[in-house]
């Protein structure tokens, strides 16, 4: 059995901690806490340890704590940091190299510049077989995860008949259960969005790729549109499809119309933190031009990640073959399933 330690207990981290307790292979150390609130006691009452740093120890002392980080990471065999964006790079440096442990960062981090922490970004789709001699690896953001999903197959099929890729990421303005973050009345232009070069570092340059983004005010996921431009002969819509009918976290949905609905209806199905941890393509709004195929999706922004994560976990813990551990993570998440249920919810049966 392997132990893993998660530094950071937010969105992110609580779906996190919940994957590593629903899997028998792993133990969860505990958690890493940084501010001393009333999140405390609850997360207690789920059984959890909670960890400080050292230097924090102090401020916690009216809690029940274990003990500090610094101690705890010695006793693990890998450590899931789901810190707020740019505070893993903090972490791997006073902390993480120190300790000279095996790290999984999320998408708020960059592998570009000063406070590059790895030299890769995971999508499990694209590089699952080049972490497993890795120490240190971002999972690729939510946005970021979903348009590689989505690009990889048509770069496959398609290679050299695609002139390039036009992207509007849509964006969310806050998580589901971020009770912090005021949803603005407002659309927000955003400035060199990220998420292309962190896309094109694992797709490549071979053909071109342009984002754009903007951010909306709703918490119901993320919505792509995504313009496929071919050089001569375009394949048909129903081809497009069927591309994608059978691939990994990809779901096809005929009747939907909005993001709500979905969300709702994995509620209703009492899916996991109403998570349905894949994209789902707007079958209805797949058009064909001249040139061009357009494809409209949505992006389950903070469920497509956690699957990720226990992808890339089982790579560089176990080392274990990508078929395998799709297998494993199938186990887990019950991806297939909640795919033909929310088909099948959202089929056109006229
Ligand atoms: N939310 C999404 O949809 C989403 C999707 C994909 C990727 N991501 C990425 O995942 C990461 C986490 O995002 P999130 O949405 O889960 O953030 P979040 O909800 O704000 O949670 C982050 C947690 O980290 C804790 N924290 C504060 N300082 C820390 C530190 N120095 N080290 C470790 N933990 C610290 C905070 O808890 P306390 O201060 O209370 O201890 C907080 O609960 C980011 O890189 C983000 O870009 C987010």
Redesign the pocket.
């Known amino acids: 059995m392997k132990k893993v330690f998660i ?7 609580k779906r996190i901690a919940k994957f590593i307790l629903d899997d028998p292979e792993l133990q969860l150390i505990g958690i ?4 001393p ?1 009333n ?1 405390i006691n609850k997360i207690l009452s789920k059984g959890l340890k909670i960890y400080v740093l050292q230097k924090k120890l102090d401020k916690f002392k009216d809690y029940k704590i274990s003990g500090s980080i610094e101690n705890a990471i010695e006793e693990c065999d890998l450590v899931i ?8 790079f ?2 791997k440096k006073n902390i993480y190299d120190k300790k000279n442990v095996m790290v999984i ?5 960059t592998i570009f510049g000063n406070n590059a922490i790895s030299d890769l970004i995971f999508n499990s789709t694209v590089n699952y077989d080049q972490v497993k001699d890795k120490k240190h690896v971002i ?1 690729g ?2 946005n970021v ?1 979903g348009m590689g999903r989505i690009l990889n197959p048509l770069i496959i099929k398609y290679g050299k008949d695609l002139l390039r890729f036009d992207l509007t990421l849509i964006r969310r303005w806050a ?1 589901l259960e ?1 009770d912090k973050t005021i949803v603005k009345d407002s659309i927000e232009l955003v400035n060199n969005p990220h998420h292309a070069n962190d896309v094109i570092s694992y797709l490549g340059k071979k053909i071109p790729i342009f984002v754009r983004a903007i951010k909306v005010p709703t918490r119901q996921m993320h919505v792509h549109f995504l313009d496929v431009r071919f050089h001569h002969k375009v394949p048909d819509i129903s081809e497009i499809l069927s591309l994608f009918k059978n691939k990994y976290g990809i779901a096809i949905l005929e009747t939907a119309k909005n993001t709500k609905e979905i969300r709702d209806f994995a509620q209703s199905t009492k899916f996991n933190f109403k998570d349905t941890n894949m994209i789902h393509i707007y079958s209805m709004f797949v058009e064909k031009t001249e040139d061009t195929i357009k494809i409209c999706y949505s992006d389950d ?2 469920g ?2 956690i699957p990720e994560n226990h992808l890339l976990l089982q790579a560089m813990l176990f080392k274990r073959n990508y078929d395998d551990a799709i297998q494993h993570t199938e186990k887990i998440f019950h991806m297939e399933q909640k795919k033909k249920l929310l088909e099948m919810h959202f089929a056109n049966y006229t």
Do not use: L, R
């Not at 890493?32 to 501010?35: N, S």
């Not at 940091?81 to 893993?88: I, V």
């Not at 960062?105 to 981090?109: A, D, I, K, N, T």
């Open positions: 530094n950071g207990y937010g969105s992110i981290g890493g806490k940084h501010t609130d999140t940091d789901a810190s707020p964006s740019g505070c893993g903090y972490n960062y999320q998408g708020g981090e999972q953001s939510c995860t998580d971020d922004q903070t497509i990640v």
